[in-house]
């Protein structure tokens, strides 16, 4: 019998946060403040493409308004990671991503503060 719940209880929790981590916002980004322009726009030309406005997500790339992408679950150095070495497919079934040769670490930490910002706005954390 406890085996039953335990299963049932693993099942019900499993599907809750799946389907919580694949639901992609709706509407417009919200506006960045002035001092997250930069971050924005370098979002927009090196990520948006795959990641989406105000990184909502595509069928290309998965959104990071999830909490899988919060920081206690993918930090920064994560983050920073991703387009030096690219990154295994792990979460989602989008496939691999590729190295981004052409967005440097300095850069990549201004997208940093604006996908930070975005989740805060989202309630991810």
């Known amino acids: 019998m406890k085996r039953i719940l335990f299963v049932s209880l693993l099942a019900a929790f499993l599907w ?3 389907s919580e981590s694949k639901s992609f916002p ?4 919200p506006k ?6 930069k971050g924005e726009a370098l979002f927009n030309s090196h990520c948006a493409r795959c990641h989406g406005e105000g990184a909502k997500g595509t069928n290309r790339g998965p959104t990071f308004l ?3 992408y919060e ?3 993918h930090g920064d150095a994560a983050f920073q990671l991703a387009p030096q070495r690219g990154v295994r497919a792990h979460h989602w079934n989008f496939g691999d991503m590729p190295k981004i040769e052409a967005v440097q670490p300095e850069e990549v ?12 706005e989202a309630g991810i954390f």
């Not at 709706?26 to 980004?29: E, K, L, Q, T, V």
């Not at 960045?32 to 322009?37: H, S």
């Open 66 to 68: 999830s909490k899988i």
């Open 26 to 29: 709706s509407g417009p980004a």
């Open 16 to 18: 809750v946060g799946c």
């Open 32 to 37: 960045a403040p002035a001092e997250l322009a």
């Open 71 to 73: 920081p206690s679950h």
């Open 109 to 120: 930490n201004e997208i940093i503060g604006y996908i930070r910002w975005l989740q805060k």
